[in-house]
């Protein structure tokens, strides 16, 4: 076999593993994206609109912990479940009505209050965490297609690895 050959089988071989080192990182990552909120004890919901500008950017990844209203402060941010459009928004707090249990909210970027206050029966919890960038992976790692995806590159990549263990072994090479 020639040096060159030997070369080009030799950078082949360190190319393949560090494809499969990014992919194995790639998949902890979006793990880590997908299971660590809950397990420790947050909700996550992802920001769709720029109404929280500047303080939260769309695409950003809000984490959320309950919050009793008797806690709930003017300035705070809160996520809300809408009835209505059956989602969820992310709001600023400006004004809490203590005798309804009602809150008056307002986008940031918004040049005007939210139209209707909001019980705290819709309070999904207080934003604790912002995780800009990060709501969009979120989303694609936690939707049926994103998982079938990851599955699929995962079960492709532990093939070719297998394959290529085999191949090794049959020639009398280990790795």
């Not at 263990?165 to 009398?172: D, I, L, P, Q, T």
Request: net charge positive; aromatic share 10%.
């Amino acid at each position: 076999m020639s040096e060159k050959t030997t070369t080009n089988k030799t950078a082949a071989k360190r190319a393949k593993k560090a494809a499969g080192a990014t992919l194995i990182l790639l998949s902890l990552a979006f793990l880590l994206i997908s299971v660590l909120p809950k397990a420790a004890g947050y909700d996550a919901f992802v920001i769709k609109s720029d109404s929280m500008l500047p303080a939260i950017k769309k695409g950003s990844l809000v984490l959320t912990k309950p919050v009793s209203f008797e806690d709930i402060r003017t300035g705070d941010i809160l996520t809300f479940f809408d009835s209505h459009t059956s989602g969820y928004f992310t709001h600023r707090v400006f004004r809490v009505y203590g005798d309804t249990k009602q809150l008056a909210t307002k986008g940031d970027a918004n040049e005007k209050p939210d139209p209707k206050t909001t019980h705290y029966s819709c309070v999904k919890g207080r934003a604790v965490h912002v995780l800009p960038l990060i709501g969009y992976p979120y989303l694609a790692v936690n939707s049926m297609p994103g998982m079938v995806l990851f599955a699929a590159v995962f079960i492709i990549w532990a093939a070719v690895e297998i394959e290529a263990f085999k191949s090794a072994k049959k020639e009398g090479v280990s790795e």
